[in-house]
């Protein structure tokens, strides 16, 4: 596909449609992520809201997103 993204550790292969997303959690702590791993892709219509500022990791990417 014209855009590619690898994840390592996820153990599956996914491919999404157009309007299919796949979310990744903060995964650091076991269990600690509830995501597309765990169910698979979400549709565009499940998605609400804008992510406008990113708070962590605390470095030099901290603030607004573009």
Same mark, same amino acid.
Do not use: Q
């Given at each position: 596909?014209?855009? /590619?993204?690898?994840? +390592? =550790?996820?153990?599956?292969?996914?491919?999404?449609? @157009?309007?299919?997303?796949?979310?990744?959690?903060?995964?650091? /702590?076991?269990?600690? +992520? =509830?995501?597309?791993?765990?169910?698979?892709?979400? @549709?565009?219509?499940?998605?609400?809201?804008?992510?406008?500022?990113?708070?962590?990791?605390?470095?030099?990417?901290?603030?607004?997103?573009?």
């Amino acid at each position: 596909p014209e855009d /590619t993204v690898t994840l +390592s =550790n996820i153990g599956n292969h996914w491919e999404l449609e @157009d309007d299919e997303f796949f979310v990744v959690g903060d995964n650091r /702590t076991p269990g600690g +992520s =509830n995501d597309s791993r765990s169910f698979g892709p979400i @549709d565009r219509s499940s998605l609400k809201g804008i992510t406008s500022i990113r708070y962590y990791p605390f470095d030099d990417r901290i603030g607004s997103l573009k």
